[in-house]
């Protein structure tokens, strides 16, 4: 039965590909969007370019802070959270996860890292009204050509991990000002990933 889905979204994956090859292609040519792949990979996957589709450390240090902490954690890497966008597959579930894991490694076989980084802004969800990066991007007055600060990059990646809601809420934009900032701090410590 999992094969069977795993073949099924492997096809829905492969049509989602093809249908945005010519975005990919024009998202791949804007140099100014490299800051943003570089927060992206600092805020969601830092080991982006050691793994294959899937981080067994993350994985192994999730479980290990789920038993002896009880605390969750994610340990997925931008080619999962990209299959999650895909299939709209979201559900908790190990099955759900296990898919995730095998359909993350086909991906790295029909795009380069830089062009699953690019999908994923594409087509993430940054918030209500803000699904992909250009609809976000016009929230901050900004299109896809123009020049992204610091600050601009970390504000759109903080909002992978809390989500803009529809009207303002002191408490969401707080975390979103404080995931920010964290950013800001790691990209200054750590430098460029790409």
């Known amino acids: 039965m999992i094969i069977k889905e795993i073949a099924f979204d492997l096809?829905?994956?492969?049509?989602?590909?093809n249908n945005e090859r010519a975005n990919i292609d024009k998202y791949s040519t804007l140099s100014n969007l490299d800051?943003?792949?570089d927060f992206?990979?600092?805020?969601e996957d830092r080991r982006y370019y050691q793994h294959k589709?899937?981080?067994?450390?993350a994985i192994i240090r999730a479980i290990r802070n789920r038993i002896f902490y009880n605390k969750k954690e994610g340990a997925s890497t931008?080619?999962?959270q990209l299959v999650r966008v895909l299939t709209n597959q979201y559900c908790r579930t190990l099955k759900r996860k296990i898919k995730e894991i095998i359909l993350a490694t086909k991906l790295k076989k029909m795009l380069s890292k830089k062009e699953i980084a690019l999908l994923y802004l594409r087509l993430a969800y940054f918030g209500t009204d803000k699904i992909g990066l250009e609809n976000t991007l016009?929230?901050?007055?900004l299109e896809l050509e123009d020049e992204l600060s610091d600050e601009i990059c970390a504000s759109i990646i903080a909002r992978l991990k809390y989500p803009?809601?529809?009207s303002?809420?002191?408490n969401k934009h707080a975390l979103i000002s404080k995931r920010t900032k964290y950013l800001l701090k790691l990209r200054n410590e750590n430098g460029k990933y790409y």
């Open 11 to 17: 096809g829905v994956i492969t049509d989602i590909i």
């Open 35 to 37: 800051k943003l792949v």
């Open 40 to 43: 992206l990979i600092i805020g």
């Open 53 to 57: 589709g899937f981080d067994v450390i």
């Open 78 to 80: 931008i080619e999962q």
């Open 138 to 141: 016009v929230s901050f007055s």
């Open 164 to 166: 803009e809601p529809k």
């Open 168 to 170: 303002y809420m002191s």
